[in-house]
């Protein structure tokens, strides 16, 4: 078992942190609310830290879950910052989505400081993190992520290591937008049926048992004919995500017309008040003409 920090506890770290904790592995976490760590620390074995630099002074592994490229530096860089405590030869590993870039970026300092840092983030969602069924997809150094894998293994279905610092993001990006064209092609589907009056249900018992059967068909229908967008992946987290998937295009020279065009499709969700509401919701677009210009 290990000495492990957990920095963020959203709706996702807070579960994989009560895992690592499950496992046996001696926890300290952080988060910026207070109240979430008491939560925390009132269902699990471990400790609470003022400071990303606290929670990471004793650790072997430092893991983070934050929202963003400026909440991932803010809690590696500065004073308060874990890499300022972190020992040389620990390892930190982040959750987060987040660019390539800053994945470089921070992977720069970290060596410098004589710190491996692995890019992980994961995929299966709030309830992919609550039974500890996550996907995840890493790069860094491969005899780091090899020592980081166990621990890892908490609460993953699948973990691996494909290419070196950033990979793991790009494989992200890949994941993000493979599920961007699945939700809005379900959409109108169900959208279609709707209108020309098949019991949806009915409808997607049999096609899920074919080809255009997938996770987010198994997983979502129910919910998106029942207009229930309250759980789960949140539109506003999309966005950021597809943002960071068209910039990382740009760059590369890579072609994502459909990416680009669901994208705005999730504007016109957020504008129908729906920043919060699940992925899902792309259906809610089709159901108020207003939004489709």
């Known amino acids: 078992m290990a000495r492990v920090a957990f920095l963020g506890l959203g709706v996702m770290g807070y579960p994989m942190a009560g895992h690592l904790a499950a496992r046996g592995h001696e926890v300290t976490i952080y988060n910026r609310t207070g109240a979430k760590a008491d939560a925390w620390l009132r269902q699990h074995s471990g400790v609470a830290a003022t400071c990303p630099a606290e929670a990471a002074s004793n650790?072997?592994?430092v893991l983070s879950c934050v929202g963003n490229d400026d909440d991932?530096?803010?809690v590696c860089t500065g004073t308060e910052g874990a890499f300022a405590e972190m020992r040389s030869g620990s390892i930190f590993v982040d959750h987060t989505t987040v660019s390539a870039?800053?994945?470089?970026?921070l992977s720069a300092i970290a060596e410098k400081r004589g710190i491996d840092f692995v890019d992980a983030p994961v995929s299966g969602g709030q309830?992919?993190?609550e039974n500890g069924l996550l996907s995840i997809m890493c790069g860094g150094p491969e005899a780091a992520y090899d020592r980081a894998e166990p621990v890892m293994q908490s609460y993953a279905r699948?973990?691996?290591r494909l290419g070196d610092t950033g990979s793991g993001q790009l494989?992200?990006?890949?994941n993000q937008i493979c599920i961007a064209g699945l939700v809005q092609a379900l959409a109108e589907g169900l959208h279609f049926a709707e209108k020309v009056g098949?019991?949806?249900?009915?409808?997607v018992e049999v096609i899920s048992q074919g080809a255009a059967g997938s996770w987010q068909m198994e997983n979502r229908h129910e919910t998106m004919i029942e207009g229930k967008f309250d759980f789960g992946f949140a539109v506003d987290w999309m966005r950021k995500d597809l943002n960071i998937c068209l910039s990382a295009a740009d760059e590369a020279g890579a072609s994502l017309p459909i990416t680009a065009l669901v994208d705005q499709f999730y504007k016109d969700v957020q504008k129908l008040g729906g920043s919060r509401w699940d992925t899902s919701s792309l259906i809610q677009r089709l159901r108020v003409p207003d939004t489709n210009r």
């Open 72 to 74: 991932l530096r803010s």
């Open 198 to 203: 098949l019991d949806g249900k009915s409808v």
């Open 171 to 174: 494989t992200k990006m890949v």
């Open 127 to 129: 309830a992919g993190a």
């Open 158 to 160: 699948i973990c691996r």
């Open 59 to 61: 650790a072997e592994f």
């Open 101 to 105: 870039a800053i994945t470089r970026e």
